[in-house]
C-alpha cells in the first residue's frame, strides 16, 4: 500500500499569507494526486485532481503541482474560509489512499 | 448535481453487523463507480470499496474480508455491511461518487456522513 506522509501537520499562517503544503508517496503514483479540503463537521471537498486540475468551482488561488512522489498545494493568498484541513489522496494504486492532514490555522 | 445522503444506525454492537445506505439524488447510480470511505476518530482517512455500475465490487486488502458493497438500482442506492462490528470500527462513514480518469481515481462529491459507535 502506498503511504502518503503530509506536513507540516500544522501551518499557522495570517489571511493574506501564502501557504505551501507538502504531501510525499512512499512510490511513485505518476500524476495520479488530489487535494481536499475539509472543514469542521464536513465532508472533505475535492480541490484538485489529476496533481494540477482545479475542481469545478474552486478558486485560481488553489493551485497544486509535483508528480512522482513530491506533491505540493498552494494557496496563494489565505482567505478566512480558508483556514481548515487539507488531505492529499494518491489515486492510482490499489487500496486508494490518503495522507495524515494539514491543518492551517490561523495565526 | 448529484447529491448523495447515508443513513443508518448511529449505534451497532460488537460483533453485529454495520450496515448503511446511500441514497443518490440527481443522478443515476447505473453509471459510474461509487465509493464508500470512512474517517476515524483521529481523522485519519480510509477508502472501504467500491461498486461499478455493473455490479463489480473492489475491497480495501485490509477490509475485503468482513466487508461487502451492493447497490439498489430501483432505489438508486447503495449499501454497505461490515461484519462482525469491533470498536476500531467506530468512525464517520461516507459514500461519494468515485471519478475515474484511466488510472486516476478521485472522489467527488461526498454525502454529509454518518457517524456509527461500535460499543455495548
Known amino acids: 500500500e502506498i503511504v502518503l506522509t503530509q506536513s507540516p501537520a500544522t501551518l499557522s499562517l495570517s489571511p493574506g499569507e501564502r501557504a505551501t503544503l507538502s504531501c510525499r508517496a512512499s512510490?511513485?503514483?505518476?500524476?495520479?494526486l488530489a487535494w481536499y479540503q475539509q472543514k469542521p463537521g464536513q465532508a472533505p471537498r475535492l480541490l484538485i485532481s489529476?496533481?494540477?486540475s482545479r475542481a469545478t468551482g474552486i478558486p485560481s488561488r488553489f493551485s497544486g503541482s509535483g508528480s512522482g512522489t513530491d506533491f505540493t498545494l498552494t494557496i496563494s493568498s489565505l482567505e478566512p474560509e480558508d483556514f481548515a484541513v487539507y488531505y492529499c489522496?494518491?489515486?492510482?494504486?490499489?487500496?486508494?489512499?490518503f495522507g495524515g492532514g494539514t491543518k492551517v490555522e490561523t495565526k | 448535481q448529484v447529491q448523495l445522503q447515508e443513513s443508518g444506525p448511529g449505534l451497532v454492537k460488537p460483533s453485529e453487523t454495520l450496515s448503511l445506505t446511500c441514497a443518490v439524488s440527481g443522478g443515476s447510480i447505473s453509471s459510474n463507480y461509487w465509493s464508500w470511505l470512512r474517517q476515524s476518530p483521529g481523522k485519519k482517512l480510509e477508502w472501504i470499496g467500491h461498486i461499478y455500475h455493473t455490479g463489480a465490487t473492489t475491497y480495501n486488502p485490509s477490509l475485503k474480508s468482513r466487508v461487502t458493497i451492493s447497490m439498489d438500482t430501483s432505489k438508486n442506492q447503495l449499501s454497505l455491511n461490515l461484519t462482525p462490528a469491533t470498536a476500531a470500527d467506530t468512525a464517520v462513514y461516507y459514500c461519494a461518487k468515485q471519478r475515474r480518469d484511466g488510472f486516476h481515481n478521485w472522489f467527488d462529491p461526498w454525502g454529509q456522513g454518518v457517524l456509527v459507535t461500535v460499543s455495548s
Open positions: 489529476d496533481a494540477s
Open positions: 489522496q494518491q489515486g492510482g494504486n490499489w487500496p486508494l489512499t
Open positions: 512510490q511513485s503514483v505518476s500524476s495520479s
